[in-house]
């Protein structure tokens, strides 16, 4: 090794040409690589005997110094690498952070301990009438995912398409999943209370408010699955932009049981007018080949005059939605 760094430079000093790569002697620096200016071709009849002189020197004599790496050689630093790709995540949120706090953990384990409650008299049911309650319960619980699909959609569409970060309420919220359009990946960083616990500060008081309309087992079942779904469907939101997701996520990911990244990747082209559901992906096809949202869309436009972000993107969608209506 050390003779064919001798080699590499000799050929330097006698051709003055640039060398890409060589091996350098052992103590070169690590992300040492040489860089001559001269950008002349090589030239292969330098006299044999000057260059034996010269490698006879550097043998006797190895240089200790090196010239300094340019700067578009030096290794590239400040990278967050992560599932999203190798991104450096973007905040767009004052006050934002990647962090997972107490304060997160608290409220999702909140919503978690107030679901229990809340399925208490579906415990009873089955304890009472474990056949009947059991099939009742079960297609209660399908039917609430496929609304809470639709729903993840339907708050999704809303709010890529209408207000802004100063909107009342949901000022943030619409900040950050019109942000989440530029910088995707960013989601990927977060860990799983971070990612989904400011829905869980909504679901909590929620919750409890359907709690009280009734303690009917089909509706304390339907509103549990409900909150919890919404809370997931931010997570699974997560997992359909990482890269390389957990061997559990890809497996349902696989049987469609939650959306995948190919399925997700179709609404990330402008104009993001299409694919909003985010907890399984099921209602998507149906909504948008019945064009449910440009319907909506021309419905919002008739009564206050708003167009979504949408129709700005792709103006030609504005004449295919008020044609509908």
């Known amino acids: ?78 990278v967050v690498k992560g599932p999203g790709g190798g991104k450096a995540p973007v905040l767009v949120l004052d006050g934002d952070t ?18 229990a409650v809340a399925l208490a008299p579906c415990a009873a049911a089955l304890v009472v ?3 009947a309650a059991g099939l009742g319960l079960l297609q209660v619980f399908v039917a609430s995912v496929v609304f809470s699909d639709f729903f993840s959609g339907l708050f999704h569409w809303a709010t890529d398409n209408y207000g802004n970060r100063n909107t009342p ?58 909150v919890n779904a919404q809370l997931l469907s931010q997570e699974f939101h997560k ?3 990482t890269v390389k997701p957990p061997g559990w ?13 190919r399925a997700h990747g179709m609404h990330h082209t402008t104009p993001f007018e299409a694919h909003y559901c985010i907890l399984t992906g099921w209602c998507n096809d149906v909504l948008d080949r019945l ?8 419905l919002v436009f008739r009564i206050n005059g708003q167009e979504p972000n949408c129709w700005k993107d792709d103006p030609s969608l504005k004449e295919k939605s008020l044609a509908l209506l």
């Open 169 to 226: 309420v949901f000022g943030g919220v619409i900040e950050a999943f019109q942000g989440h359009h530029v910088n995707p990946w960013t989601i990927t960083h977060r860990g799983f209370f971070n990612n989904v616990h400011k829905i869980a500060l909504s679901a909590l008081p929620l919750l409890g408010l359907m709690m009280l309309v009734s303690a009917d087992p089909a509706w304390r079942l339907a509103c549990v699955v409900f």
């Open 291 to 298: 064009l449910v949202w440009r319907r909506a869309e021309a």
């Open 129 to 131: 009438q474990p056949g």
């Open 249 to 261: 996520a890809t497996f349902l990911q696989g049987k469609g049981l939650i959306i995948g990244r």
């Open 1 to 78: 090794m050390a003779s064919l760094a001798f080699k590499a430079f000799a050929a330097t000093s006698l051709l003055a040409s640039t060398a890409s790569s060589f091996a350098p002697p052992a103590n070169a620096p690590s992300s040492y690589a040489v860089h001559v200016g001269s950008t002349r071709p090589r030239t292969p009849n330098s006299p044999p005997r000057a260059r034996r002189a010269v490698l006879a020197r550097l043998r006797s004599s190895p240089p200790t110094e090196f010239p300094a790496v340019p700067a578009e050689l030096q290794p590239v630093t400040g």
């Open 239 to 241: 997992l359909a932009h």
């Open 98 to 115: 990647l962090d997972t706090l107490p304060e997160h953990v608290a409220l999702v384990a909140g919503l978690w301990l107030l679901s």
